[in-house]
């Protein structure tokens, strides 16, 4: 940007030699008579009237701080971020040598400077509307809303630009980059190229046309059977779609966004591809996203899918269904941080799966151990760390997780010796009828069974309130007052009352 502002400055004061095509003769040669150096040789794509525009002016005028030498010769010159600009873009030229004196009110815009459209595209809402204010002596020399400065769609818009400071760096005229729906480079002007070739100087920068060639993909990114399909590559992260797709992947003005294709068909109350889980994995039997359908071309790796079905969505035969985020993150936008940006799922159990405990994952064997899922806060379990892949039932049978009975308290007193069901103590778990919200949801449900007739079942549980060691609880028909389920025996079965 230095050296550009330098080779600015120095355009607008130096009148030197431009190398190039030589000045044809007869008019021009009579302009160069009264203002100008007829020593100019203009180069290719340079107006040859360079010869002709200030410095010098009639009364000999040098300075570019004279508004009457400013910048024309910034203008008829091209520059490292501008091709040349003709002299009729900022004002009429005169038919001959006898024509009155061009006064500074006298600026008509034309060509360039007035561009109402890109050429292929729809005009310009509201079109340039290009002015001059360098009329009054003494007052301000600048011009305004020209399309060279930026008044043109995601541009500057109408900007004042001093006509004698010599001052147009890069990024006075449009944002590096501009902003929404031109996608974000992170101010990497030396990737403009990549959609805009020449960009930075020459023909094809700030020419009345938009000079766009978006580099594509080929058939494969579309066509789910090849190898080259986008989602292979989606999979792996989609920072990289970012760079030419916006920062949501929702496109621009010459790329289109996810949406264009993955919202024409949503599942019912889903308003976006963002919040739509089934797109890329799940979807059988219901809309949680859960696997067995993995992720494009994933379905190979057994782990990928696992026993999500058994967890998730559907009620295993002994707990109600877990939500995702007992395990793993679930994210509430595809773009969510932690979601789509590595090889695999980052397994973080939270909910209920880390009620008193501190769960872990082997990817590589497969298993997970020391979650309450599977008796962490138990004993007697035979299987506290199952392997994901074994999808048999086997892994969740009762006894599994917690001894049957388990060892605890007086457990083994009361369903070995006393044959008494486990649902006499614990309503509708294991038992008849089962009621799996009651069983593996954080708490330990010791309320009237549904078969107090029978076997009468505790009204109250109350732990700890014997002392340490102890849980009591009052009860009908099985015990008197209080039962102290460790610590003291327990009365006799029956006639306690």
Request: glycine share 14%; proline share 10%.
């Amino acid at each position: 940007r230095a050296a550009a502002l330098a080779l600015l400055l120095a355009a607008c004061g130096d009148a030197r030699m431009i190398q190039g095509e030589a000045v044809p003769a007869g008019s021009l040669a009579r302009c160069t008579a009264c203002h100008g150096d007829r020593q100019r040789i203009a180069s290719s794509g340079t107006d040859p009237l360079i010869a002709a525009a200030p410095p010098a002016g009639l009364l000999g005028a040098g300075d570019p701080g004279d508004r009457a030498v400013g910048a024309h010769q910034a203008h008829l010159r091209g520059g490292a971020f501008w091709s040349a600009v003709a002299c009729a873009s900022c004002h009429a030229l005169p038919a001959g040598t006898d024509h009155p004196r061009q006064e500074q009110g006298k600026v008509t815009f034309s060509g360039v400077a007035a561009t109402v459209a890109w050429p292929g595209a729809r005009a310009f809402d509201p079109p340039p509307a290009p002015s001059w204010n360098g009329a009054a002596p003494g007052g301000p020399a600048t011009c305004s809303a020209t399309y060279c400065h930026g008044s043109f769609p995601n541009g500057a818009g109408p900007v004042e630009i001093s006509w004698t400071s010599g001052s147009a760096p890069c990024g006075s005229c449009h944002a590096v980059p501009p902003p929404d729906p031109h996608p974000p480079v992170g101010g990497e002007t030396d990737r403009c190229a990549e959609c805009h070739p020449g960009a930075g100087g020459g023909a094809s920068h700030v020419n009345g046309r938009l000079e766009v060639s978006i580099p594509g993909h080929d058939a494969s990114w579309i066509d789910p059977a090849s190898p080259g399909f986008h989602a292979f590559t989606a999979n792996l992260g989609l920072a990289a779609c970012t760079r030419c797709h916006g920062a949501t992947l929702d496109g621009g003005a010459f790329v289109p966004g996810c949406g264009s294709c993955h919202d024409r068909s949503l599942p019912a109350g889903v308003a976006s591809w963002r919040t739509n889980c089934v797109m890329c994995h799940g979807g059988e039997a219901d809309q949680t996203g859960a696997p067995p359908r993995a992720t494009w071309g994933r379905a190979g790796d057994p782990v990928r899918v696992g026993a999500h079905r058994s967890h998730v969505g559907a009620a295993h035969a002994l707990a109600e269904p877990l939500g995702c985020e007992a395990c793993h993150a679930k994210p509430a936008d595809a773009l969510d941080a932690g979601h789509v940006d590595g090889p695999t799922a980052t397994v973080a159990f939270g909910g209920l799966a880390s009620k008193g405990t501190a769960p872990a994952w082997s990817r590589g064997e497969a298993t997970c151990s020391s979650t309450y899922c599977h008796g962490a806060t138990l004993a007697g379990g035979t299987n506290t760390s199952p392997i994901w892949t074994v999808l048999d039932g086997t892994q969740a049978a009762c006894g599994t997780c917690h001894g049957n009975p388990p060892a605890t308290g007086r457990h083994g007193q009361h369903v070995i010796s006393w044959s008494v069901p486990c649902f006499a103590c614990h309503p509708r778990v294991a038992g008849r009828p089962f009621d799996p919200s009651l069983h593996v949801n954080g708490t330990k449900d010791m309320n009237r069974s549904p078969d107090a007739s029978v076997y009468g079942g505790f009204a109250d549980w109350d732990p700890g309130a014997a002392g340490p060691g102890t849980l009591t609880g009052t009860a009908t028909g099985c015990h008197g007052a209080t039962n102290y389920w460790t610590g003291a025996p327990p009365p006799p079965r029956f006639g306690c009352q």
